[in-house]
């Protein structure tokens, strides 16, 4: 997927006036962050079980090219094949050689992140493949003519119940109905059809069990199961980093999932995926692929982002985001949104090519206070911030103002005369009200808030006169 | 270069990977997999496993958080004796429902007197048209309500999967603790993992339109688990 993330601030603003989605957002905000909160009062000790987690990710990416080595060996054992992709493209292409290779027309697919990073649905398409989104709000972004997702979890979270109303009407050629069960079972039947005839079926890994060589699969709608049971052939398609040592450790991960997801004690659906059907086993597929991918991860290993790579894709971090409450995911410009993605998009992508990101969130830890898997966000996201300092990609304006600002600072006579300066020169603005409405050199600021206006004297007379 | 060596060799590089710590380290991963520990495991009114004590059938904690949970996640519970009352069972259930007395069932439970409740069986896989598919299952987990299966030859994954009613048999002796229970259980009766464990809570459900919880996206619109009490 291409991304747009350096078209941040316009796109943030363009969902800012648009009623539709600030609508949904607003009927969504705070489901997800009740619910969660409810749900992790069943465990005994939450805070022992994050910690937990945390070592079991942080095990595996410490050793993380002698845990691959590992389950490429577990999994080939039980019949399957590794596959190994540096970039989108390598995807693509493993993909659509698999497909060729098993003579498939058609490929039903399960959610799957990296898919999103590879634009693998536009390479099926032109190698002849049909792509089937079969989670339900995926299949709505592909039917709206392949629009990107908004959430890592709830994908169509921006959108209203009339516009998928609409939708549905115009592609299944069916009377329009508001009713939800409705829709959704109009969706069932016809994605049961796809799920019967597709030869292939795609799908991400929420983990890679090294133990056993086996895919953890979670989903609540239970087309993870579809996927890997009908079509003759599965393709598993993961980041390098989704690895655990043990089924212990995906217990222990798998009472942090859900709740911090969607705020349920398990998914509905659970699967551990291993090898291939048995000749007298009636279903399931005869042949497995794991496309492990790189995708930028690599140049994280062993870097000051290392964290980043526990990341176990729940999306508590943006549930609980102000900013991301505020303009949905799309503004992010690529495949994750909110602060897992303010990190992750400059990471993978580029930090020239996503300038706004690191800036796009409040650093009031919300985030870093609810991930299972205890990702420090804010002081990653401000690491990202003195990269680009480093690196001298903020705006010129920016840097000359710091400069500016650095030079008066470290003279201290100067310091308090431009201090005492800008005190007099505020309260005159304020002409005794107490704030100042709008600020000519910061107009912006001023847009949606008051500047508190300084009430006289700057805390160097006041601490003078105090000492005196 | 392939991929994979180029993948591997960079992120050796990153860990500054050598021959003396890569031998530590594959020591590290053989004592972390033989040593499977454990995280943090919430107290269930009873910790007692199928592991720990078969003989205790239906342990009385693990039986009822079973079933709390099974309900919590939109399931209905039913109890009867044993393997030889369940066909009754299921069939005054469909009955109850309006839903036509035929059903395909897992190999593993052809044994069952199915004809004699008046029910009639296709013991196989499922198909797209079949409405009610009966499962057993390997074991129960207490914790989530969530029931385990393992496919097989015997226990197809697609008999709780296609139909849109799932009916389970859930022997009292088979609810354990845990997750952590179900693999320990499955490491000594199986070895090996087959190529697919389920973990099963509830019908399926999507909530992607407005938030709107709706059973029955993909899989099953109604969950029933007929609890063996005596089994």
Request: charged share 25%; net charge neutral; with cysteine.
């Amino acid at each position: 997927m291409k991304s747009r993330a350096h078209r941040f601030k316009e796109n943030a603003a363009a969902a800012l006036a648009n009623p539709v989605l600030q609508a949904s957002m607003r009927k969504a905000k705070g489901k997800f962050v009740d619910k969660r909160a409810i749900a992790i009062r069943e465990i005994d000790d939450f805070e022992a079980t994050r910690e937990a987690a945390k070592q079991i990710r942080n095990r595996v990416i410490e050793n993380l090219d002698l845990w691959l080595e590992k389950f490429e060996e577990t999994a080939t054992a039980r019949g399957a094949t590794v596959l190994w992709a540096k970039d989108g493209a390598e995807i693509c292409r493993h993909v659509v050689d698999v497909a060729k290779r098993h003579g498939v027309k058609k490929a039903v697919k399960s959610k799957s992140m990296l898919s999103e990073e590879a634009g693998l649905n536009l390479a099926l398409t032109a190698a002849g493949i049909q792509p089937v989104e079969t989670d339900l709000g995926e299949y709505i972004l592909q039917i709206n003519d392949n629009e990107p997702p908004s959430h890592i979890i709830a994908p169509v979270v921006h959108k209203s119940l009339d516009e998928v109303a609409d939708l549905f009407a115009k592609t299944h050629h069916t009377p329009r109905k508001t009713d939800i069960p409705a829709l959704t079972r109009e969706a069932r039947e016809v994605l049961r059809e796809h799920f019967l005839t597709a030869e292939m079926g795609i799908s991400g890994g929420n983990f890679l069990i090294a133990e056993t060589g086996s895919v953890a699969l979670v989903t609540n709608e239970g087309n993870g199961r579809m996927v890997t049971t009908l079509p003759k052939v599965h393709v598993v398609i993961t980041g390098i980093e989704k690895v655990i040592p043990t089924l212990e450790d995906l217990a222990t991960l798998m009472r942090l999932l859900p709740r911090s997801a969607t705020g349920q004690s398990i998914s509905n659906y659970v699967s551990v995926l291993t090898g291939v059907k048995r000749p007298d086993e009636p279903d399931g597929p005869e042949h497995l692929y794991f496309i492990l991918v790189d995708n930028g991860r690599a140049e994280v290993v062993g870097s000051e982002f290392q964290d980043m790579l526990r990341c176990i894709r729940c999306g508590a971090c943006m549930n609980h985001c102000p900013v991301y409450q505020t303009i949905g995911g799309q503004a992010y410009g690529w495949v994750y949104p909110g602060p897992m993605g303010s990190v992750l998009t400059p990471l993978y992508t580029g930090l020239e090519n996503a300038i706004d990101l690191p800036h796009a969130g409040t650093l009031c830890n919300q985030c870093g206070v609810v991930c299972p898997v205890k990702i420090p966000l804010p002081e990653l996201l401000r690491k990202l911030r003195e990269k680009q300092v480093e690196r001298h990609l903020r705006p010129w304006f920016e840097r000359l103002a710091f400069r500016l600002w650095a030079w008066v600072a470290s003279r201290p006579g100067l310091y308090g005369l431009g201090a005492r300066f800008a005190a007099r020169y505020l309260t005159w603005l304020a002409d005794g009200k107490g704030s100042i409405p709008a600020l000519g050199l910061a107009p912006e600021w001023t847009k949606g808030r008051d500047f508190p206006a300084p009430e006289g004297k700057t805390f160097r007379e006041l601490y003078a006169e105090k000492k005196q | 270069m392939t991929s994979r060596d180029d993948i591997l060799g960079r992120v050796r590089a990153r860990l500054n990977r050598n021959p003396e710590n890569a031998a530590a380290g594959r020591a590290a991963i053989e004592a972390t997999l033989a040593m499977r520990a454990q995280g943090p495991c919430p107290a269930i009114d009873s910790q007692k496993s199928a592991l720990a004590g078969r003989q205790q059938a239906g342990t009385p904690p693990l039986l009822e958080r079973l079933v709390e949970k099974s309900l919590a996640y939109s399931s209905t519970v039913d109890r009867v004796g044993t393997y030889a009352e369940a066909p009754a069972a299921v069939a005054r259930y469909l009955a109850g429902l309006n839903l036509p007395l035929q059903a395909v069932i897992w190999p593993a439970l052809a044994r069952l007197d199915w004809a004699a409740a008046g029910l009639t069986v296709d013991t196989r896989g499922a198909e797209d048209h079949d409405l009610v598919g009966i499962s057993g299952c390997f074991c129960a987990i207490a914790e989530t309500g969530t029931l385990m299966l393992v496919s097989g030859p015997d226990t197809p994954a697609s008999v709780s999967l296609l139909p849109e009613t799932h009916i389970a048999l859930v022997p009292a002796s088979r609810i354990v603790a845990g997750m952590e229970e179900g693999f320990a259980l499955a490491r000594a009766e199986l070895g090996q993992l087959p190529r697919a464990v389920n973990f099963i809570s509830g019908p399926s459900r999507t909530g992607d339109i407005e938030q709107t919880i709706v059973l029955g996206a993909h899989g099953p619109y109604r969950v029933h688990l007929i609890l063996l009490v005596q089994e």
